[in-house]
């Protein structure tokens, strides 16, 4: 009688692997984007009341599973180009872990959560997640193959995020807030672009894309960028919708905003980085402390709102 030995277990089938993947497969540490871009337009001094935030976190949520929904898309439809990305090559389904088929079932569970989702909250306002969803679409089939045209696209989902958080909170939407939240998203994506072009021979094979940019092309376009996503910032600062704490938000957190964007071009031009927007953005500790102390002068100038007769000698516009 022979005693068959064991099969040693693929340390990759072990129990609860799967689950990790999947969830893996959804990037959840993309998601604090989704909370950022959204809850902008309470920037603008309004009231935060129970109705006013529970529509925004419904929003933030709607946001949060339709980006899933498109990395999965996308991760299932740039599978074989990721495996050429020293990083990238370890998602799930680039890496084998998750196969093309469980990763479209995972899709259509999560648009089916999505439907519900927006059926349970107000859902005429829906309607820049649907652009969204579309435009994203077109995205993975064409437009991501077009200069310029690729990170514009992606910094239209940030300004959709931004449009739903405004329709959803009842706040008025703020032009200028829109513009500098577009501007400073192609800024990031202009990085992104940069850092994948040392990737030498491999980068044009990951991101086709890459052969219509340059080094120093990229360096101009998000300087310009940056400069618009100042602008757009000071603009909204300086609009109806921030009064009257607007001029003392403005004088307040500009060093800390200027010095954000600025510390994020020199990571870009000159630190070689920017390749994980949002690894740098959440892990670099001056553009953290930056952010911070911006976000407590935003939340000092609230307070002030409430009680306008502390800007009262202030110059009006």
Known sequence: MTVTEPRLRDPSAKPGMRAKDLVLLVRPHQWPKNLVAVALPLVGGVSWTWYRLSHMAWAVVLFTLAASI???????????????????????????????????????????????????????????????LVLNVFYSHKLKHIPLVDVFVVAAGFALRVVLGFLAGGIPLSVWLVLGVYAASAMISLGKRRHELDLGAVADRHRPTLEGYSRPFLEQMV?????????????????????????????????????????????????????DPTETLLRDRRVVISAVLCCGCLAFTSVLAGHPEFVGGLPSR
């Open 70 to 132: 498109v990395y999965v898309i996308n991760d299932t439809a740039d599978r074989e180009r990721d495996r050429l990305h020293p990083v990238k090559r370890a998602r799930p389904i680039a890496a084998g872990r998750v196969s093309v088929s469980v990763a479209i079932a995972s899709a259509v569970v999560l648009t089916a959560a999505l439907a519900v989702l927006a059926a349970m909250g107000p859902w005429r306002l829906t309607w820049p997640v649907a652009v969204y």
């Open 223 to 275: 300087i310009v960028t940056a400069v618009v996503a100042m602008l757009g910032y000071a603009g909204f600062l300086r609009s109806d919708a921030t009064q009257p704490f607007g001029q003392v938000a403005l004088l307040l957190t500009m060093p800390f905003v200027l010095y954000g964007l600025l510390r994020y071009l020199q990571i870009v031009i000159t630190e070689g980085g920017g390749g």
